[in-house]
């Protein structure tokens, strides 16, 4: 859908922040780019749109090279949803969505009524919402009206420029729950860059680890924490992080190696003692000295 090339940008100042990059993002598909402030994460991104055109190499949109389109035309077709939100603040919620449709040039019942449909898909009152404007709204609700708003001409890729960052942690949770959810439904192509990896690993169909302005490994969440193929990729993940997306983890991560097993005739506090000391939640008692333990103890 989105492909890159050895796509480079170079700063006016001669500095590259991205080198040589080749990369394919499918049609559909969340991918996240990742890595520590200054990596090129962003500068990434706003090449799609052009924001940042890139210096060498190209970028294609369905095999079409982005350079052949007007730039007005390409950003009206990609949906930008960025940290800061970025509504008009004299317009209320119903014109701060409308704006790339009245440009499209649709028709004033049918943005109405699609302005509607956005407001209820991200969780919004309309009628309650439609006329406030954006200072009436909480952050959340505010970043809800930013994702309506980069639906609202139906685009077929969204880029998404640390969306959550400046939300408190509980509508961060629930904003992400939400975008899982409408990305399922609507089979957007999304473009989403963080710098929160427990972010990235619950988001992401795969994700891009970025360092320097080269990509170190593009793979979805398991293989990446399971199969990190660079140095830098195991430590920026972390091994815990396993621990933290236990849906991400296959059952042998937390399997006992050894069992710890006890005979029948042995007592109660013996047996209880056994597992207190070996710091276990599962005793077996053995039937005899092969066969496998048919009752089992836990506390
Ligand atoms: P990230 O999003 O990963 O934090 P950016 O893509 O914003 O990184 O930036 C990558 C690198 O490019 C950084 O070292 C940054 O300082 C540099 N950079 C970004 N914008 C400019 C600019 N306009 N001129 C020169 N260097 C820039």
């Known amino acids: 859908m989105i492909k890159f090339a050895n796509v480079t ?3 006016d100042d001669g500095f590259q922040a991205v080198k040589s990059l080749s990369f394919e993002i499918e049609k559909g598909e969340l991918l996240v780019l990742i890595g ?5 994460k962003s500068t990434t991104m706003k090449m ?3 924001i940042n055109p890139h210096s ?14 007007k730039v007005s035309e390409l950003r009206r077709n990609i949906g930008y949803v960025i940290q800061q939100i970025g509504l008009f603040p004299h317009y209320t919620i119903e014109k701060n969505i409308a704006i790339v449709p009245q440009l499209k040039g649709w028709d004033k019942e049918d943005i109405k009524a699609r302005v509607i449909e956005l407001l209820e898909m991200v969780g919004l009152d309309p009628e309650v919402h439609m006329n406030r404007y954006p200072k009436e709204l909480s952050g959340g609700q505010q970043q809800r009206v930013g994702i309506a708003r980069a639906l609202a001409s139906n685009p077929e ?3 998404m420029d640390e969306p959550f960052s400046a939300l408190d942690p509980l509508t961060r949770e629930q904003l992400q729950a939400e975008l899982i959810t409408l990305h399922k439904k609507l089979k957007k192509t999304i473009v989403f860059v963080t710098h929160d990896i427990d972010e990235a690993l619950k988001m992401g169909d795969r994700i891009a680890i970025m360092k320097d302005g080269k990509i170190l490994q593009l793979d979805t969440p398991e293989k990446l924490l399971h199969d990190p193929a660079h ?10 992080r396993i621990i933290q997306n236990p849906n991400l983890m296959p059952v042998t991560e937390i399997m006992a190696e ?3 097993t006890s005979l029948p005739h042995r007592s109660p506090e013996k047996a209880i003692s056994l597992i207190r000391q ?22």
């Open 9 to 11: 940008k170079e700063y």
């Open 36 to 40: 520590p402030s200054g990596s090129g």
């Open 56 to 69: 060498s190499g190209t970028i294609t949109i369905g095999g079409k090279d982005i350079k052949s389109y």
């Open 231 to 240: 140095g830098f990729v195991e430590e920026f993940t972390g091994k815990h």
């Open 258 to 260: 050894t069992i710890v």
């Open 157 to 159: 890729i969204i880029l």
């Open 278 to 299: 070996r710091k276990i939640t599962n005793l077996f008692i053995q039937d005899d000295e092969t066969k496998i333990a048919r009752y089992r103890i836990c506390i």
């Open 48 to 50: 799609i749109n052009r």
